[in-house]
């Protein structure tokens, strides 16, 4: 496999850099990013810990046409974070480079899935990035220049290695006071020894978490820097609005979740905040489809209704915000020059 350079990922950012530069005169609406965390059924089983997962069950053969199919009809392209271990093997393949060809930006999302990245020594972390870009590369002929740490793992040493290995943007922030929540409901289902919950006793970050920019800012890495967009969240509030949870409110209180939804981009909007907001492939399944995450909110909700409300929700987005790839987010940012710098702190 061939390694990347930083000179290749430069120019291509540069490139990027030209195509956003020549829109920018003509934008009527405020720019706005859509991605999607492409985590595979063993990936989540694997969180869980549940041992069915040393197989790799995969239902990316059906997710994908699903969602390439609804990206198609709404004319959207978007940045699809893939995990290094299904790019290394070949029976995704496919799957995987149906994605790039059809014009979406590829992302880093970790070689191994894990939400405690954070907990890895130095070398580790450089391993498993750097692992999960050629595995991409290879599979898709696309390299990832934008990163995302799996449930939004985040340390010093990664925006270091990061820099080291010549990505221009980081997406793992998630400023939300409720990550300790989410770590006792997944304490509460997951099948784990009582070694593993104190190694993952920081999983999904601490309440300082909701203290982060809602804003793109840079951080300060010594000379270098790196682009932070954070994954949005409701303005001052501080819960989540990405799709998952749109179409939970969706199951639990039907007329409720698209009010909420169109509230919180007039609140980005009212606060001057460019929102990033993100996919998961269970948007697009069902317990059906997936029997092994039945457990998972918003499951029971048939796949067709997901896929219609999911739909009104996106071109809700879209009729508010100029929605592009992450990427073309982070240019125009960089274009802007008005990225305000943060120096890395984390809580953990």
């Not at 970790?110 to 050629?134: G, N, V």
């Not at 985040?154 to 010549?166: F, M």
């Amino acid at each position: 496999m061939n390694r990347l350079t930083h000179t290749d990922l430069d120019a291509e950012f540069s490139s990027i850099r030209e195509r956003v530069a020549a829109k920018r005169s003509p934008r009527v609406k405020p720019i706005a990013s859509l991605s999607l965390d492409l985590d595979n059924e063993w990936a989540y089983l694997k969180t869980r810990g549940d041992a069915s997962w040393e197989t790799f069950p995969s239902y990316l053969d059906l997710v994908v046409p699903r969602f390439l199919t609804l990206l198609e009809r709404l004319g959207q392209r978007i940045t699809v974070f893939i995990v290094g271990q299904d790019a290394a093997l070949e029976r995704n393949a496919a799957a995987l480079r149906a994605i790039a060809a059809a014009g979406h930006e590829i992302g880093n999302h970790s070689f191994h899935h894990e939400p405690w990245l954070h907990t890895y020594s130095r070398a580790k972390i450089e391993d498993e990035i750097s692992r999960s870009t050629e595995a991409i590369v290879a599979a898709t002929g696309a390299r990832p220049r934008g990163f995302r740490g799996p449930g939004y793992s985040l340390s010093l040493d990664t925006l270091e290695t990061l820099v080291a290995q010549g990505f221009h943007y980081d997406c793992s922030t998630f400023p939300t006071y409720l990550g300790p929540l989410a770590r006792q409901y997944y304490f509460w289902t997951a099948k784990i020894s009582a070694d593993e919950r104190k190694r993952r006793a920081a999983l999904f970050g601490s309440l300082s978490d909701g203290l982060r920019p809602l804003r793109s800012y840079a951080w300060k890495l010594g000379d270098a820097s790196l682009i932070e967009i954070p994954v949005t969240t409701f303005p001052l509030l501080k819960i989540p609005i990405h799709f998952s949870y749109v179409l939970f409110l969706a199951q639990l209180a039907p007329p409720v979740a698209q009010p909420y939804f169109r509230s919180a981009l007039a609140a980005c909007k009212l606060g001057g905040i460019a929102p990033s907001l993100l996919l998961h492939p269970l948007d697009f399944l069902d317990a059906n489809d997936v029997p092994s995450l039945a457990f998972f909110p918003a499951m029971r909700m048939p796949a067709e209704r997901k896929l219609a409300a999911l739909e009104r929700a996106l071109q809700a987005y879209r009729e508010a915000f100029d929605v592009v790839p992450v990427g073309e987010h982070a240019a125009a940012i960089a274009l802007a020059g008005r990225a305000r710098p943060v120096v890395p702190r984390f809580a953990i």
